[in-house]
């Protein structure tokens, strides 16, 4: 089945292609919040909605004013695209995924995308339009054979680090369907907990990068304001950040790609359920670990190899209920971490019970679609920690 797939590298350019970047970035961060703000006027101050093919008429306009003309000093494809993107932006919000969106600062990343008619791929090459050398990518993968790039993204990350990102169909083979089925739970002692009885991910794993974070940033409050060394000491804090979300982004990648490989139903809590436990700690945990990334990387991997992935969407007792006899708690409490049954005795671990019983009623939400065949699953609860008492 043909899939649009991104793949990422880091790129190195040269000092007059990143100035050009420089250039291309103003200008799309410029554009990008410009059509906001007209966009946000239009509705509350008219009450008229600006489409994108209004906003590109008004852009045109806008290129020709006097005071604007440096716009044009730059390629005009990743400015009409600054405008595709607050679209998606606008779409995200109105179907309820994402915020009111917000002006795009300097400090932040910074992104220009090119579609294919403002670059050139040659044979493993690629040049930007306004550049005159091809870009100096490193290609630590490699990208599908006699793929064709429909679009590329560039970034400079607030490390000022480069990358590209290459938009490419994909052909991608489903795997043989397989009987394995598993339950993931978010763990709060470490980042998941499944249903065969492994616990996944020690959050200790990220405490020596956060430790020299820390450290980092005390440094960096102490600097003068203004001053150079405090400019070197923000970049330091911000080169400390990129590696661990690159650590921990890496660390998803692998364990969604194994539980997709393995499994041929993957049942997980949504987070708008995980969500309806409201503590603070919880909330803070959720965000650090990334838990709606690894669900959406669960989601396409799914689609690309042809398992199914359940979002138990619904609130469900998965922590209080006993997995083997149904027995439902009356409370339990965050910081119990271990519990008998009152009523079968069964020792449990807390999360993976909560683990069994997402698999479980994944499964039978599941065999209500269509998704998957539900004969071809069978549950395999965990064992590991389980225990009855004599
Ligand atoms: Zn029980």
């Not at 917000?102 to 090119?114: E, G, I, P, V």
């Not at 870009?135 to 607030?158: E, Q, Y």
């Not at 060394?229 to 590696?243: F, M, P, S, W, Y």
């Not at 079968?344 to 009623?361: M, Q």
């Amino acid at each position: 089945m043909k899939q649009k797939r991104a793949f990422k590298y880091r790129v190195y350019p040269t000092p007059e292609q990143q100035q050009m970047l420089a250039q291309t970035f103003g200008c799309c961060r410029f554009v990008y919040n410009w059509a906001l703000r007209k966009k946000t006027d239009a509705y509350y101050k008219d009450h008229q909605r600006l489409y994108y093919k209004d906003l590109s008429i008004l852009l045109t306009d806008l290129k020709q004013q006097e005071d604007m003309h440096w716009l044009n000093a730059v390629s005009s494809v990743p400015l009409q695209q600054a405008l595709r993107h607050l679209d998606k932006a606008f779409l995200n919000f109105f179907e309820g995924r994402a915020k009111y969106p917000t002006f795009h600062k300097k400090r932040n990343q910074q992104s220009a995308t090119y579609t294919s008619n403002a670059f050139t791929w040659r044979t493993g090459t690629l040049t930007l339009a306004k550049m005159r050398e091809p870009l100096d990518i490193r290609w630590s993968r490699p990208l599908p054979k006699d793929a064709i790039p429909s679009s590329v993204t560039i970034s400079k990350d607030c490390a000022n680090r480069y990358f590209i990102s290459i938009l490419v169909e994909d052909d991608i083979a489903h795997l043989p369907v397989i009987e394995q089925a598993i339950g993931a739970d978010l763990g709060l002692k470490s980042f998941v907990a499944l249903s065969t009885g492994e616990i996944v991910g020690n959050p200790k794993f990220f405490h020596k990068d956060e430790k020299k974070l820390a450290k980092a940033q005390r440094r960096h409050a102490k600097k003068k304001k203004g001053s150079k060394n405090r400019d070197k000491a923000r970049l330091k804090v911000a080169r400390i950040h990129a590696r661990i979300a690159d650590r921990r982004r890496d660390f998803l990648q692998k364990l969604s790609t194994r539980l997709i490989r393995e499994n041929q139903v993957v049942c997980v809590e949504s987070l708008a359920v995980k969500n309806m436990v409201k503590n603070g700690s919880l909330a803070k945990a959720i965000s650090d670990v990334g838990w709606s990334e690894f669900v959406a990387q669960l989601e396409y991997k799914a689609d690309w190899y042809g398992r199914a992935l359940v979002k138990i969407d619904k609130w469900y007792p998965s922590s209080k209920r006993c997995f083997d006899c149904g027995h439902i708690l009356d409370s339990l409490t965050l910081d119990v971490r271990q519990w008998d049954c009152p009523e079968c005795g069964v020792h449990h671990d807390r999360d993976i019970n909560a683990a069994n019983n997402i698999l479980a009623v994944g499964l039978t939400v599941n065999a209500c679609g269509e998704a998957v065949r539900p004969g071809a699953v069978k549950t395999k609860p965990g064992t590991s920690r389980r225990s009855r008492k004599a």
